[in-house]
């Protein structure tokens, strides 16, 4: 691709054959076969992206009906209590998370991702809606057994040494049992709902008709409402086969190893032999969760490391491979008694294609080591994430006065409120929407910036030799295999 960037601020390029021309890249059910759709990272081929088959209109139309009979339910009850004191707003969000229980799995799971990001959603919304991580109930035991026949042929009793039939954790889409193998190696085993194919994806059809409306307004627009959909359809969808999830797990975190960054990182071991499309078995692994810092500390494993370990698993994986941990929570966290991260769930994959891979490793670049945002704002441009133009010194001051304080300050000195404030004003006065690969990534780096708080607050980044160095090596990568494809 070669671009020139005009007095405008506007973009005029045209794309070769190096770098495809926007090709989406991202980056818990019975109704029929999905449809698999290979996506190509660089030279490598990661698993195929999942896509739910369109159920028939009558199925979407009686889960249209359930849909408003619940909402009506719930304006029944909140009408009826509106003579309480106090501000109907909150009484509108305590309303919520039910709402979104008695609709089910897809709500739930909406629901779920709601109550971990706090930096999207709001600290006060997130809290109601935390209840819904962990009080899920569990499928029934004659269920269970039945789907194990299904998938490995057997009853779990017969299957393995012991079997605790009580779930110890509970979603939406999943529940996950503690069990042991003949060998007497311990295991976790999760397990797939059964039966809600169908349901999840004709609730999937009526989001993406809400989200089409909700973009009528600027505030969805920016929110790219519809992108956001899309994505969590993807990601449910992708859930549905625990086979890819297992190999998106051992691609991601071979390619980590093999940088000396990557030492600190791992995964729990799968067991093939007893994985299936609906069941997921793993080695238990015991540690502490990454936000339990003292823990941490009492345990003697260093912060510092830790934070430097998931910097580096989302940069390399991102910007480098196009292939990332899509949902960095601390329950998918743990430290394990080396001190090294164990990253769980592996259902949210994102990934990012050559192009956008390139734009972003040149955006760091201009950003953290030349300090150049008028080139910065460029890269922004052809991203395509830029709806209102405006002179290219006022851009550039722009994104310097927002970027500045990021390097400068230690991570326990940031507010992160008025960075979030500061960002938002910045997006409304460029009307920008970015790319929905961004939205995800961006996500991690919310949860990064998190623990970087608890576990390493005077830690200053940009100072690090070790990360400087990795970030010097990069660019130089950056710089000797793009040098030509870009003048900005």
């Known amino acids: 691709m070669r671009a020139e960037i005009g007095p405008d601020f506007r973009p005029h390029y045209t794309f070769g054959d ?43 139309a009686a889960r249209v009906a359930a849909t408003g009979w619940q909402v009506t339910r719930t304006a029944v009850r909140f009408i009826g209590r509106l003579p309480r004191k106090g501000p109907w707003q909150q009484k509108v969000i305590k309303e919520l998370p039910q709402t979104f229980a008695d609709l089910g799995p897809t709500y739930v799971k909406f629901g779920q991702i709601i109550a971990s990001s706090p930096g999207a959603f709001g600290e006060s919304l997130s809290r109601e809606f935390r209840g819904l991580l962990d009080r899920v109930p569990p499928a029934k035991t004659d ?14 009793a017969r299957l393995f040494a012991s079997f605790e039939e009580e779930p110890f954790a509970s979603a939406s889409i999943a529940q996950v049992h503690y069990a042991t193998l003949r060998s007497g190696e311990e295991v976790v085993v999760k397990i797939q709902r059964p039966g809600i194919r169908r349901r999840v994806a004709a609730d999937l059809q009526i989001l993406k008709r809400f989200a089409q409306t909700v ?33 998106s797990m051992e691609a991601w975190v071979s390619h980590l190893h093999a940088s000396p960054l990557g030492k600190n990182i791992r ?28 823990a941490i500390r009492k345990a003697g494993f260093d912060g510092v490391e830790l934070v430097k370990a998931l910097l580096f698993s989302v940069f390399e994986g991102g910007l480098r491979h196009g292939l990332f941990h899509g949902d960095l929570h601390a329950g998918n966290l743990y430290v394990d008694e080396a001190g090294r991260i164990v990253f769980f769930d592996f259902g949210i994959m994102g990934r990012i294609d050559p192009r956008t891979r390139w734009l972003l ?97 005077r830690w200053q980044m940009m100072s690090d030799p070790q990360l400087t160095g990795y970030f010097a090596n990069f660019m130089v990568e950056v710089s000797r295999e793009h040098q030509s494809d870009i003048e900005v």
């Not at 993807?234 to 190999?247: I, K, P, S, T, V």
């Not at 032999?273 to 810092?293: K, P, S, Y």
């Open 215 to 247: 973009e009528l307004a600027k505030l969805g627009r920016r929110l790219s409402a519809q992108d956001v959909v899309a994505d969590f359809a993807d990601n449910l969808a992708e859930e549905l086969d625990f086979r890819l999830e297992a190999q």
């Open 18 to 60: 190096a770098y495809p021309a926007s090709e989406r890249a991202h980056v818990n059910w019975e109704l029929s076969a999905p449809v698999w759709h290979t996506a190509q990272m660089g030279s490598t081929t990661h698993r195929e992206v999942a896509k739910l088959d369109r159920v028939p209109l009558p199925v979407e």
């Open 361 to 457: 490793r040149e955006l760091v670049y201009a950003l953290l080591v030349k300090k150049d945002h008028a080139a910065a704002g460029k890269i922004v441009v052809l991203m395509g994430a830029v709806g209102t133009m405006k002179p290219e010194t006022q851009a550039a001051k722009d994104l310097e006065r927002f970027a500045t304080p990021l390097t400068m300050q230690s991570l326990g000195d940031m507010s992160y409120a008025d960075i979030g404030r500061q960002l938002s004003a910045l997006a409304d006065a460029y009307d920008v929407k970015l790319p929905r690969e961004l939205v995800l990534i961006g996500k991690q780096f919310l949860y990064v910036e998190r623990y970087m708080k608890l576990l390493a607050p």
């Open 143 to 156: 269920e269970v057994h039945k789907l194990f026949v299904e998938e490995l042929g057997d009853e779990p």
């Open 267 to 294: 995964v729990p071991q799968v067991h093939w032999d007893f994985t299936t499309e609906r069941v997921l078995t793993m080695e238990r692994v015991h540690g502490i969760r990454i936000d339990n810092a003292a």
